[in-house]
């Protein structure tokens, strides 16, 4: 048997979350004993313990040996409740794993690291390591928001002359363009910084509209967002944590759109 079978119940429509309250949830997680108890009677009802190693049912309670205080005939390995779960290997109380699951699963848009962390008392890498193992545990489809720190940044591909036909460069001349970002695609690109992901769109322009909607679009409110000084970025300030570094006294971000898209080979 499996931890996930034992704690599978489909929840009901949006419609019909009536769920407990807030009090009500400090109210039965008093403290880590109590959230211990619960996950126990969740994971294994009627008192069927089985091993999270390998599953066997011939396990047995072994005094003062904690934080692992069953053993398991079969394996021969000691286990406890976390065992097998998405809080194996944590040292995070199993009572505040107990509220971070609550938090995640009744929230419609799910819930980012950023609030957790402040929801809780851990810190944001902590409370981005509890959702990951949540949503991936419950297969929950949240808003798919990068949670931050990320880095952002725009560039202009193509339109290099000498890779142009002489219609193309003629028509150019005609126009009395060909220089700057005058036949070129303009790309924004956003990094997640714990992750590593990284997000890239093309662009008809790059005002504040497009560059600050596209942040806003992928990335989670709150969440810390890094750019170059261009001030088509300045209002970020009022939905993020925005910081800005300034290329003309050498301070670069680690990241840039025109690194990433280079070594993927599509420029």
Known sequence: MEWK?????????????AGVTLV?????????????????AAIWPDGERFCG??????????????????????CRKYFSVRTGTPMQNSRVPLRKWAIAIYLCLTSLKS???????????VTQATAWFMLHRIRQAWAIDDDD???GPVEVDEAYFGGKRENMSLAKRRELAEAGAGRGAVGKTAVVGIKDRDTNEVRAEVITDTTGETLQGFVREHAEEGATVYTDENRSYLGLKRDFEHDSVNHAANTWTTWSIR?????????
Not at 5 to 15: E, I, L, T, V, Y
Not at 24 to 39: G, H, I, K, R, S
Not at 59 to 71: F, L
């Open 5 to 17: 079978h034992a704690m599978s119940k489909k929840g009901p429509g949006k419609a019909h979350r």
């Open 24 to 40: 009500q949830l400090m109210d039965m997680f008093p403290n880590e004993a109590a959230a211990v108890a619960w996950f126990e």
């Open 53 to 74: 190693h390998c599953g066997c049912f011939r396990t047995s309670e072994v005094p003062n040996a904690k934080p692992m205080p069953y053993w398991c005939s079969d």
């Open 111 to 121: 819930v980012s690291s950023m609030k957790l962390h402040r929801d809780i008392g």
């Open 145 to 147: 928001q990068f949670d």
């Open 259 to 267: 690194t990433a898209w280079s070594r993927s080979g599509a420029c």
